[in-house]
C-alpha cells in the first residue's frame, strides 16, 4: 500500500513506470485521468494542478473492490499488465524513480480504478504536510482478461 503526498511532474502527470523500461514518452493530453501505453509499461494520471503535491493512496485487493461514491468527484478504470512486480513513479526528466514503493508486488494483469477530488479546484503549489485539496485512491487487482478501458466517470 502507498499512502503518501506525491509531487506533480512535468505535463501534469504522475507517471508509473514498471523498473527496467526505457525512458519514456508521455502520451498526449487528455481529458481522461488514467492512461495506460501497453509498450512502455506505462500507467500515467492526470492531476489537475500543474504544480505541487497531491495526496495519493493505492490499494491491492484479491478481488474488485464496490464502487466508492461518498467523497470522491469522478472515477475511472483501465486494464494494464506488469511483467515484474516493480512498478514505481517516475521522473521522466531525469529518468530516474521518485517512489520506494512499488504499485504491485506482483506481476500480471490488473485493473486499475482511480478515484479523485479536487481535480478542478484550483490550487498550486500545495506542499506535503499541507491539508492536501486534490486527492487520489487507486484501487489494483487481478485481472485474467483486459477489458476496455471505462470513460471517465462523474459522481456528484
Known amino acids: 500500500m502507498i499512502d503518501t503526498a506525491l509531487y506533480v511532474q512535468f505535463g501534469s502527470t504522475l507517471p508509473f513506470?514498471?523498473?527496467?523500461?526505457p525512458m519514456a514518452d508521455l502520451p498526449a493530453a487528455a481529458t481522461d485521468i488514467l492512461?495506460?501505453?501497453?509498450?512502455?509499461?506505462?500507467?500515467?494520471v492526470a492531476t489537475g494542478t500543474p504544480l505541487g503535491a497531491v495526496a495519493f493512496r493505492v490499494e491491492?485487493?484479491?478481488?474488485e473492490p464496490q464502487l466508492e461514491k461518498q467523497g470522491w468527484d469522478e472515477w475511472q478504470e483501465v486494464s494494464v499488465r506488469f511483467d515484474i512486480g516493480d512498478v514505481r513513479l517516475r521522473d521522466l526528466d531525469a529518468d530516474r524513480e521518485l517512489l520506494d514503493a512499488s504499485l504491485v508486488d506482483e506481476p500480471g494483469r490488473y485493473r486499475v480504478r482511480i478515484y479523485a477530488t479536487g481535480r478542478d479546484s484550483g490550487i498550486e503549489l500545495?506542499?506535503?504536510g499541507d491539508d492536501l485539496v486534490e486527492r487520489y485512491l487507486m484501487h489494483l487487482w487481478p485481472e485474467s482478461e483486459p477489458r476496455p478501458a471505462t470513460p471517465?466517470?462523474?459522481l456528484q
Open 17 to 21: 513506470q514498471q523498473s527496467g523500461m
Open 152 to 154: 471517465l466517470m462523474r
Open 35 to 44: 492512461t495506460w501505453v501497453d509498450d512502455q509499461r506505462l500507467l500515467v
Open 126 to 128: 500545495q506542499e506535503a
Open 60 to 63: 491491492v485487493t484479491d478481488s
